[in-house]
């Protein structure tokens, strides 16, 4: 079978890409794929783990929760965009800098 | 070196490539379709981890709403004149040094610990016996996990009422101008 070692790569590889994608996009739509991304690499390691004892599953059920977990925080991050862009006509950061950030 | 291993090396090489895509892709639009190839091709990755039922439920969930919600998102949130939808990256260096910290971080955690020791992977991981995770998964989530599960689904409740409340208003006050 596959390594764990090589899953636990690929999450970690993903997580980066995640994070980078985060720090360095000005969008805050593409700053939310970033964060999906780095959710998803944590469900990897999930579903990895929940592999290693037999029998037992409650990585999966985790990694569910935790899917149910974005959608939601998805579909809010996205209205609360549409307000953003509603005020600022932008959903750029360099744009929303009303509170000095 | 079996087929198996050959495509989930395979799909884990899309998956990071979609997400290096991602990265640095000044296109929005086509940033959102590397993401649906990237998230696709981690339900690949489920699937041969034996996570069938994770692995539709990726599909369903990320490909067919999560994706369509992000796109709808561009869509309103972009005045559309015909040209490209571009986005702008800055602070590179700064990425690059926080990304490199805790690759190095990860790295040595993951080198130091032998896991082959500490946790016995099952070895028969077969995915031809479709149907037993299925069926564990839904006995679990009505016995074990009731209270998990229902507070996921309160939980999904209320944020997508709040979602459309907040967006509901948008929509009516930019028809109003």
Known sequence: MIPLAHILVLSGLLFLVGLAIVITRKNYILMLMGIELMLNAANINLVAFSKTSAGAMQGQFFALFVMVVAVAEVAVALAILLKVYQYYQS???HDTTQLKG | MTILHLLFYLAAGITLLGGVFVLFSSRLVQAAFALVLSLSSLAVVYLL?????LAIAQLLVYVGGILVLILFGMMLTHTLRGGELVAESGYRWRALLVVAALGALGTYAIEKVDWQKRMPVETSGNTVE?????????VGLMTDYVLPFELA?????????????????????TSGK
Do not use: R
Not at chain 2, 49 to 53: K, Q, R, S, V
């Open chain 2, 130 to 138: 479709m149907g037993s995770n299925m069926k564990n998964i839904g």
């Open chain 2, 49 to 53: 981890l034996g996570a069938e039922f």
């Open chain 1, 91 to 93: 959903v750029n950061t």
């Open chain 2, 153 to 173: 689904g309160i939980l999904l409740l209320v944020a997508l009422i709040g979602a459309a409340w907040l967006s509901g208003s948008f929509l009516k006050s």
